[in-house]
């Protein structure tokens, strides 16, 4: 229709992918050379990912027609809800290979095999790709990873890329992946378009149908379109579309600033999209990092990975640095409280690691409060060098607040992360807001304690969970007239998620017998068996189960398993000796069923104290912490702990004395009072406000803000 009429040799913006009409953005042309290094290697797995549109299919069909016919043999399949077998039958499909309906699946494995073997003979190699393989399932995952085995020689006889939207990311980042990720070789994420991206890939698309500059485009015309469509490329096709038929009906060659708003707006009532998007940070970019020895040469790449989830603008927002997935709740705690008071800003939740990590065991449904928006820096882990970390972390927040000049930080966390960007907001006179000040880091080790005494001296403003906490902070110096009691912020998180938790048996429902048959007429114990960072090593562990096995006499052991533990050795050799036991075993569940577990248990032993340590004190639940040093009782309501390190010999006789049954304990929960995070949304209002019509700034901070000027 205005094809011929403008001149057009086809339709230019088309939503089925096509090759020929790639555009080599940033992001896209770093995606592309990562996936041609990737085919070079000829094994292991590529990860492509990217949000729905991204143009992730017209990558993947860009690389497939560059390949050479005569040495790699290409398939796709599209993955829909497939399970195991059936993905075996869609591979030998996809490559042409007939397989009986009634072959079993050694028999299918069996034909593949044969079918790869013979290319290798002919001096050709086969490489798979799994389109939308989010929806796999992990039996399904695990199966790809088992084909990766086949081998002739040592020559790998299958290549695969996995290509899906942001949430296979998350699936192949949980524990159960962990062998999978060690064959990852590369991986990207595409994200959306800048604006001068935005405006090139329309002209580009045009220029290929012969566009001659009818119709023209206002420059303020690329803007609204960037802005309607947050630089995702099918989202622009659509709209650019749907302008050049109207441009056409109205018999003009001009599009018009006014014409996209009028024609999104009308596009988005359609369809349901009635809001402009809003672009990720870093758009344009590909998000890449390989699985394995990243070099030096990629930081300028990976400064891009910066993961920003937003709704609006985060100018002026208030950041909130957060370690844990129980900080991230306080965090959507807070920005519920802060959107019922009048002119505050939005909260932006901040964590230095990995944003899909942090929130992988948050299983609500979306049923708690979330902060306005996230940003993960995601800085990988310390392989041993932390300064280069460190330097890494500072950048990247240092971008941050470069570019979104926030209002004040609030810490949560009291990592090192947490110190030293809490000193970085404080040096760039960003005011520093600590929230759970002056608490006692029950089961730390002295560096997160170190860490929490210089982050309440460095703080503006200090909100303490209690009276003992207000007391000792004043006692060491803190001037009165930045403290506040608040209350606690954990109490705030139970009360929320009291309503959501469910019953035991429900949790275990889908681990065997029902739970009525695992501890008759007795009560329980919950055990996390798993390491946390810097802390129990698999020796620490082992001595923890000889430790604790006792208790099996007199009460249910529920442990809850690092599933990277179930393959080692000892571990398989003492289940067996438990199998008769008052001993039950399941992996570590997500967040709210942990919470559900804990509300009706005896006590709780733990390796990782940032680990509903204090969700279980709040509830009335004992905890008896185990470190390297040995372990440690806690009971409800103790401002100290009970005791010292003790040896772990002990535990065994530790966790009996503290425990406490359900029915004979005082419902904690519903006797403590919630409310904190209201209360510091008025404070911090307030505070805000007189900040704002008083500013002052030590000599220090504006020196150093000139520095960094010049």
Known sequence: MFESHFGFSGPPFQLNADPAFFFGSRGHSHALAYMRFGVHQAEGFIVVTGEVGAGKTTLVRTLMAGLEQDRVVAAQVVSTQLEAGDLLRAILAAFGVAAPATASKAQLISSLEAFLTALAAQGRRALLVIDEAQNLDRAAVEELRMLSNFQLGTHGLLQSFLVGQPELRKLLQSRSMEQLRQRVIASCHLGPLDESETRAYIEHRLRLVGWTGRPGFDDEAFVRIHRWTGGIPRRINRLCSRLLLGAYLAGTDRVSDEDVERTAQELGSEIGEGEPAIAESGAGAASMQEEEDAGSQEESDRATQVVVRAKESLRSALFCWVDTLADYLKSGLLAQAMSAVPGMPPLVAVHGGNLEGLLASLDDDGRLPRPDAEVGLDVPAPDGGRCTRYVTLVQRFAAQMEQHEPRALITLGTSDDAV????????????????????????????????????????????????????????AGVAAGKLQCVGDLTTDVLHQAQARLVSPEQVLSGIGPAAQRLWPGRGYGVVLLQSGTGSASADDIERVVTALAPCAAETTLLWLVDESLLESPWFVEAEQRWRSASVKLMPTPGYMECLSLLREAEFFVTMQPDRCVDEALGMGVPVVLVGREGVMPLRPGDAEPIHPWQPHTETARLALEVRTPRAGRADRLQAREGGAAPRIASHLQAWLLDQQEHPTMPDDQAEFLRSKRT
């Open 420 to 475: 030293l960007c809490g000193l970085l907001a404080n040096k760039s006179g960003v005011p520093l807001v600590r929230a759970d000040a002056g608490r006692l880091q029950r089961g730390f080790r002295e560096s997160m304690q170190a860490n929490a005494v210089v982050l309440d001296r460095i703080a503006d403003v200090l909100y303490a969970d209690s009276l003992v906490s207000y007391h000792a902070l004043h006692k």
